[in-house]
């Protein structure tokens, strides 16, 4: 089978290892400021750039033009987006060509947030009040009704990016004003504090077969906005909280019509009424090496097992899940002060994986004992802001490809 893969963040470097190593002739569309990256080239059969990779309509004719003129001597036979900003452009390579996969209509459930959360709610599953910014009546009714704070994000996005906090109905009007013309291109929610979780499945078939429930110590938001230190922890494996957030994930699967993927969704549970709200979802592997934290805990690699699910759904075959591991994990990871942070002070036998890249300094540890690894993880947090290694930086208004 012929493979497009489109990803234009460096990432995926297992789906195309695994892809290949399944027999697939594999082709890569990414970004032209990436192809010095350390991308597996004897995986990968050709590599097409672009130098533009916002979701315009001049991209799309560029790629839609590329691939037309690559087809006439090439058949793809189907198309994997390897990250969220590629999901349109994925789904509208698919549409065009006719390629079996997801199409426009169901990648919207999975990029757009205003588009989640009108699925979920019409599907009964609870997600925090919201309202559009189209009509003002609708958002004053909306800000009179519910409490503040609430938040502002961008319906198309990718994790905290974006989003702006607001704590009266004066300020929150006076920041949708500030949108301009672009605030039809954002929702407004309700802020519910909790602790918020995060579910890594995959899916075959329709079904869900393989999930693995994670509990950030910071939350995306308060990484993002507040300069913390990234972490996160597997969930008790049987408890009440797992089983919840499995339940969840499998009707947000099955309300938004996903058939066979990697997804990475996140839950919050609030403390106010202790119950979980879906947020979001995507359907792809989860960013900020949480595939790596996964592995850890359970034996799978999620890239490469959404691999050998893509190969076996086009070519009609059978797929078997590897065992799956009850251990848990903790990932700690930070902006360091540090282009080479050195690791010598962190030296427990329970790391399995450090960070190799240029100001960061990140862990993943494993143990049979979930207290054990919340200890690390606090312990670890301490030593990264207490030792100097700890740096933060303004959010970005938007992610920088």
């Known amino acids: 089978m012929n493979f497009l893969c489109i990803c234009t963040y460096f990432k995926g470097v297992e789906f195309l290892k695994s892809c290949k190593a399944e ?38 004719q560029k790629i839609l033009v590329g691939l037309a003129a690559l087809m006439r001597s090439k058949k793809i036979d189907r198309v994997v ?16 060509f006719r390629i079996p996969g997801m199409g426009q209509t169901t990648a919207r459930y999975f990029r757009d947030k205003l588009a989640m959360r009108v699925q979920a709610q019409d599907a009964g599953i609870a997600v925090p009040p919201f309202s559009t910014l189209f009509h003002d009546i609708d958002i004053t009714e909306y800000l009179q009704r519910t409490s503040p704070p609430w938040v502002i994000k961008p319906r198309s996005e990718a994790s905290a990016a974006g989003i702006k906090k607001v704590h009266s109905f004066q300020e929150a009007w006076d920041t949708v004003h500030s949108l301009g013309g672009e605030r039809h291109n954002f929702l407004i929610e309700q802020f519910k504090p909790g602790d918020v979780y995060h579910v890594d499945s995959l899916t075959l078939n329709g079904k869900v077969i393989f999930t693995r429930c ?9 990484v993002a906005h507040g300069g913390g230190i990234f972490r996160s922890v597997t969930v008790e494996h ?18 938004f019509g996903m058939k066979s993927s990697a997804s990475h969704t996140e839950m919050i549970k609030c403390y106010e009424d202790g119950k979980f709200y879906f947020l979001e979802t995507a359907s792809r592997v989860g960013g900020a090496n949480l595939a790596e934290m996964v592995e850890y805990s359970s034996g799978i690699n999620l890239w490469r097992e959404w691999a050998k699910i893509e190969t076996s759904v ?18 700690v990871i930070s902006l360091s002060s540090q282009e080479h942070p ?49 740096a933060s930086a303004p959010a970005p208004d938007k992610p920088v490809h």
């Open 23 to 60: 027999g697939n002739n594999v082709y890569l569309l990414t970004n032209q400021k990436l192809q010095d990256k350390a991308w597996p080239r004897e995986s990968i059969d050709e590599i097409f750039y672009l130098d533009n990779v916002e979701n315009t309509f001049d991209t799309y």
């Open 81 to 96: 987006a390897l990250d969220d900003f590629d999901v349109e452009k994925a789904a509208l390579v698919r549409e065009h």
């Open 214 to 222: 994670s509990q950030y110590l910071n939350t995306p938001f308060e």
């Open 238 to 255: 049987g408890s009440e909280d797992d089983a919840a957030l499995k339940k969840m994930n499998e009707d947000v699967m099955r309300a």
């Open 314 to 331: 086009a070519i009609g075959g059978a797929y078997e899940l590897p065992p799956v591991e009850d251990y848990y994990s903790g990932i």
């Open 342 to 390: 050195d690791y010598a002070p962190f030296n427990d036998p329970e790391i399995v994986w450090k960070m190799n890249e240029e100001y960061h300094i990140g862990l993943i540890v494993r143990s049979k004992s979930r207290a054990k690894v919340i200890e690390l993880m606090e312990k670890y947090a301490m030593m990264i802001r207490d030792l100097g290694y700890h």
